[in-house]
């Protein structure tokens, strides 16, 4: 065991007979005593003085789903989707995600969990998305693609807070540090011993060994839309030299030297190359018929709006449904919120007039937030960007980005 903890030491030794793949697990957190409630913090866990007071089987299954944030990493997906939300982040959202998933597993695989207790089946009926069965529901589910859902809806996420203060709910997760490129060995080694430790608990066949297979919460997206997001803009709105007749190569002024030196022939002329003489231009569609939910659209449009300062891109906002009812050119110095633009709702979608417009700013790319869910005009002379809510069929032209809940 990697360190110690007087008060776990029992429940430790009792979680290697009846769950080996969790005891495994265990032998690669941190474990301390502490004070105030058990909680997690990245790879530690404090059990409080409270935890002595429970019997056995709870205080085994307290260290399971303890354990289980430690494996899953929740404190490092935490404090990368707080890096992703900003302002907008609520810790006891991600918190009654992760939790909901945990302790659903720990039911299934036989474990006692303190109750009363968040499952993510009642926590996914009670925010009006249920699952078929609590199997279904953690095939679906990771806990960052719950948070960001729970996140979605300001009036749900109240009553989802309210809702888990009566089932006992309360953050016992701390916040570490988000993924970057040196961290990710780390997340690697863990998935390495996860899939050890469940081959090993499904062979003794008990504990989550039995059901490791299902959780989706093992295997969560990698890359957040945002980050393909950043690179196809980086990408479009970068600054290439462009061939310039009104400046000489380098190497045609050298052989005009050398032929003006030794009598020679002078030298074909050979253009030079030149800095763009313009902004890069970024044109953002909106289809305010489409199925995008707010939450999707605040990040989008702050990836965007970042993209554009670190550039000094000039970007273009339409919105539009069957035409651009609502045209802004959007200054990297103070971008408009969306709430302060009349956009309006409802209606049909036509693309016709949105490429007809985009063409007429010469677009380095053309993103568009839509459904896909209508005929598209012809292939432009520029490139596109379909943002789009769910997966759909691959498009004749353009890249597809789904930038939905996950």
């Not at 991600?94 to 695989?109: H, R, S, V, Y």
């Not at 709702?345 to 007039?353: F, W």
């Not at 209508?374 to 379909?386: K, S, T």
Request: proline share 7%; with cysteine.
């Amino acid at each position: 065991m990697n360190g110690h903890s007087t008060r776990a030491a029992r429940a430790l030794a009792h979680l290697g007979e009846v769950d080996p793949a969790l005891a495994v697990l265990a032998l690669w957190c941190r474990h301390r005593d502490g004070d105030g409630a058990t909680r997690t913090d990245g790879d530690t866990i404090r059990y409080g003085p409270g935890f002595a007071t429970l019997g056995l089987p709870e205080q085994v299954g307290l260290v399971a789903h303890h354990v289980l944030h430690v494996a899953l990493r929740h404190s490092s997906r935490q404090a990368g989707l707080a890096e992703r939300l900003g302002a907008g982040f609520d810790a006891s959202l991600f918190g009654l995600a992760a939790d909901g998933i945990i302790n659903e597993t720990l039911i299934l695989a036989g474990h006692a969990v303190p109750r009363p207790a968040v499952t993510v089946s009642d926590l996914l009926a009670e925010a009006g998305m249920p699952a078929k069965s609590a199997v279904e529901a953690l095939e679906r589910w990771d806990a960052g693609r719950l948070a960001m859902a729970l996140h979605s809806d300001p009036k749900r996420a109240e009553k989802l807070r309210e809702w888990g203060a009566t089932r006992g709910f309360a953050v016992d997760l701390g916040l570490g540090e988000p993924d970057e490129a040196g961290t990710m060995q780390k997340a690697a080694d863990w998935r390495n011993q996860i899939l050890r430790a469940l081959e090993a608990g499904r062979r003794a066949g008990a504990g989550i060994g039995k059901l490791g297979v299902i959780l989706g919460d093992l295997a969560p997206a990698a890359v957040p839309w945002e980050v393909h997001l950043r690179g196809l803009l980086a990408r479009a709105l970068t600054e290439r030299p462009h061939r310039s007749w009104r400046r000489p190569a380098g190497a045609w002024v050298a052989q005009m030297a050398e032929a003006e030196r030794r009598g020679g022939p002078v030298p074909v002329y050979q253009p030079g190359r030149a800095r763009m003489d313009s902004r890069p231009r970024l044109v953002v569609g909106i289809d305010t018929s489409s199925s995008i939910d707010a939450q999707a659209l605040r990040l989008f449009t702050a990836e965007a709006e970042g993209i554009a300062r670190r550039s000094g891109a000039e970007v273009h906002l339409m919105g539009f449904d069957t035409a651009v009812f609502v045209e802004k050119r959007l200054d990297p110095a103070g971008w408009p919120g969306l709430r302060d633009l009349p956009m309006r709702r409802g209606g049909g979608t036509d693309y016709a007039d949105l490429f007809d417009k985009a063409g007429r700013k010469a677009p380095s790319l053309l993103i568009v937030l839509s459904d896909l869910d209508a005929a598209l005009p012809p292939q432009p002379g520029f490139a596109v960007v379909w943002a789009v809510p769910e997966k759909v069929a691959p498009p004749p032209y353009g890249r597809v980005l789904v930038i939905g809940q996950g």
